[in-house]
């Protein structure tokens, strides 16, 4: 199965941290990982001006999910009925686990209380470590 990447995957990748190593490994056995837009856009926010050339660089080595309207619709549905429920998702998070689904890839996130969506696939990939 497919693996789409968090932002927290990504920017412990970027510091050299476990998922570095993980993903050397991952993209010399398989596919390259997946992406969103909203990812590269929280990555690209963080990254210092002299860091931006290697962050697009190691973005443009994954594959980009798309964002239309049926994620879109997927994502503003989990964020109303968590709600009703008195769980607050954030629209980033929704939007990654909408375009994790639209690939058919598991998620892989340091922060699995982020994803309750039980349609999910989450991969728990601890970082900072």
Request: proline share 4%.
């Amino acid at each position: 199965m497919a693996l789409l990447l968090d932002t927290t995957v990504l920017i412990d990748a970027l510091r050299g941290r476990s998922a570095a190593a993980r993903l050397r490994d991952l993209r010399s056995a398989e596919h390259a990982p997946w992406i969103c837009a909203v990812n590269v856009e929280e990555v690209m926010r963080g990254a210092h001006a002299e860091e931006q050339a290697l962050v697009a660089r190691f973005l443009n080595g994954l594959q980009l999910a798309s964002l239309g309207r049926i994620e879109g619709e997927r994502a503003g549905r989990w964020r109303r009925d968590y709600a009703r429920k008195g769980v607050t998702l954030s629209q980033a998070d929704c939007l990654i686990a909408a375009a994790a689904l639209g690939v058919d890839a598991r998620l892989a996130t340091g922060n699995p209380k982020h994803f309750p969506m039980p349609e999910l696939d989450v991969d728990h990939w601890p970082v900072g470590e």
